[in-house]
């Protein structure tokens, strides 16, 4: 059997296996217990996966960096307890050649062990791919580069995502069932999500099998994808990231939305929601495969009635896509223009990989592991390290373009055939503004159900209304006051998140709740804030 048959089959079990919820992936390989390579041709190299994905020994394109670089690669796999292991490995400075693996190795891990990792700012000529990338894309070198000019980790740079991960998704025929319109306001869609509870909005003849708005669960330290932080937006406020730790910019001041009115507005229109009965009753305790599961339905009859997520075939699967529609932005009321409206801004966290690659300062075979790291920037390997191996995800074609393949299993999607055959968005890498790319149908899908989003992304300024956390290196003083803070921050924060929408309350509690939170911190935090932020746009000209 070749080695391209070989990969298939070993992805279509490793699939099956994770459609059963078999599939328990765990650290393997590893080498010794020396640090760094062996200087024997042997790079040591920490994957940090995802749980999808497969063994790295099924991977052609990892054969394609071991002859490209001259080395032998022994890696050592993770895709859980990734907290636990890192921080005894960086306290006891004990880690291998190469860390790979998007923001597996932190800013914060940089400044507080920068002892540890190599600084690759004296050795960029030996990485040529690295250098054409912070050539061509500048956002690469300005996310690398310390406050100091030190450069201890390296970004991946994808292009093709659009500019947000969040897509809001109605069930259209579910609409039609009940001769409804589309909503365009928060009032109009509580009346739209209390008739989907109350009519048997999916004419399975059981009235109480609906769910009319269901939404990714938070976390503890903040917002992210398919949440309704999105609301925000309704009033005006952006937001990047799905919201993330709440910082945003308004008339060239920073400001953090967790204690702002607008922020208050959306909890309580939640809580609405929730009192009502629409809100789906694992909101706050499901985990994302819940979330997803959910959505998905029984055959043809689909349970969730207004929801977020990547794109509908991601969210409902192929079976029940069809019934969902794409919506634009609510507005919160009628005095709401729709030139206010905005939307998160995602684009550096989805075009960009923060800290893909770093490498030990111990390395016994330095120029070996630099061999390797320029590999992954090679333009052949960077597309299959994102899509994989060239014939069996993805094909060159005569004219050097690409064209990603339909996943070899008819049964998968695109995005999961992806994440289990290779390291995906995980991956170092670089691909090129300059060649032209036949994308798969989930991210042609998720492009095309952003256009109705379109008008309020365009909105959103990235310069004036972003907080660039992403092209920002802080100082590790800096970033442990932030992060000391923010234990404070978000324990009350996301807390209350919870408490006010399923038991209301945040009218009464908003004052105090104010004063809480810039007391244990926040206002230290916006002002840190601030002064990154008035130096990067002093250095924008």
């Known amino acids: 059997m070749t080695r391209a048959g070989q990969h298939r089959r070993r992805a279509l079990a490793a699939l099956a296996a994770v459609t059963a919820g078999a599939l328990t992936l765990t650290a393997c390989g590893g080498g010794g217990d020396d640090g760094g390579g062996g200087g024997d041709g042997t790079v040591r190299i920490l994957v940090l996966k995802h749980a999808l994905t497969g063994p790295m020994s099924d991977m052609a394109w990892v054969d394609q960096i071991e002859e490209a670089a001259g080395v032998t690669i022994e890696w050592e796999e993770v895709s859980a307890d990734w907290d636990q292991k890192k921080s005894t490995m960086l306290a006891a400075g004990d880690i291998p050649d190469l ?108 009235p109480n099998d609906e769910i009319p708005i269901d939404w990714s669960p938070a976390g503890d330290a903040g917002f992210g994808y398919f949440q309704p932080s999105v609301l925000l937006g309704s009033l005006g406020l952006p937001i990047s990231d799905g919201g993330g730790a709440g910082y945003f910019v308004e008339d060239g001041v920073v400001k953090n939305f967790l204690v702002d009115e607008r922020y208050r507005e ?132 005569d004219d050097g373009s690409y064209e990603v393949l339909p996943p070899a299993d008819e049964t998968s999607d695109p995005s999961t055939w992806k994440w289990t055959t290779t390291l995906a968005d995980n991956g170092p890498g670089w691909i090129r503004d300059d060649i032209d790319v036949v994308l798969p149908t989930d991210l042609a899908e998720a492009v095309e159900q952003s256009v109705p989003l379109e008008p309020a992304i365009a909105n959103v300024d990235p310069t004036a209304d972003i907080f660039p956390g992403a092209l920002i290196t802080m100082s590790q003083e800096d970033l442990s006051t932030i992060s000391l803070n923010d234990t404070g921050i978000f324990g009350i924060a996301m807390q209350r998140w919870a408490t006010w929408i399923t038991e209301g309350g945040i009218e009464n509690d908003w004052d105090a709740y104010v004063a809480e939170l810039e007391g244990v911190g926040l206002t230290q935090n916006v002002e840190i804030h601030q002064r990154y932020y008035d130096e990067f746009v002093a250095s924008q000209g």
């Open 266 to 397: 959306v909890v309580a229109f939640l809580h609405e929601l929730y009192a009502d009965g629409l809100v789906s009753q694992d909101v706050m305790t499901q985990d994302y495969s819940a979330y997803q599961s959910v959505a998905r339905g029984d055959g043809d009859t689909a349970r969730v009635g207004f929801t977020w997520g990547w794109a509908a075939s991601d969210r409902f699967g192929a079976q029940l896509a069809d019934q969902y529609a794409a919506l634009p932005p609510l507005r919160a009321n009628d005095s709401i223009a729709e030139s206010d409206l905005t939307w998160s801004y995602d684009s550096y966290s989805l075009n960009y990989g923060v800290n893909s690659i770093t490498m030990s300062a111990q390395s016994r075979n330095k120029e070996a592991a630099l061999a390797v790291i320029d590999a992954f920037y090679d333009q052949d390997i960077s597309i299959q390290v994102l899509w994989g191996d060239l014939d069996e995800n993805i094909t060159k074609l």
């Open 99 to 206: 860390v790979v693996g998007t923001n597996a190795i932190t800013n914060g891990d940089l400044a507080t062990f920068n002892g540890l990792f190599e600084d690759l700012s004296d050795d960029l000529d030996a990485l040529p791919n690295v250098t054409a990338m912070f050539e061509e894309v500048p956002a690469t070198e300005a996310m690398a580069t310390q406050p100091d000019g030190a450069i201890y980790s390296l970004p991946s740079y994808r292009r093709f995502w659009p500019e947000t991960a969040t897509r809001q998704f109605i069930n259209q025929q579910w609409l039609d069932n009940l001769g409804l319109e589309q909503p365009t306001t928060w009032d109009e869609l509580h009346e739209v999500l209390l008739a989907f509870k109350n009519e048997d909005a999916n004419g399975n003849g059981d």
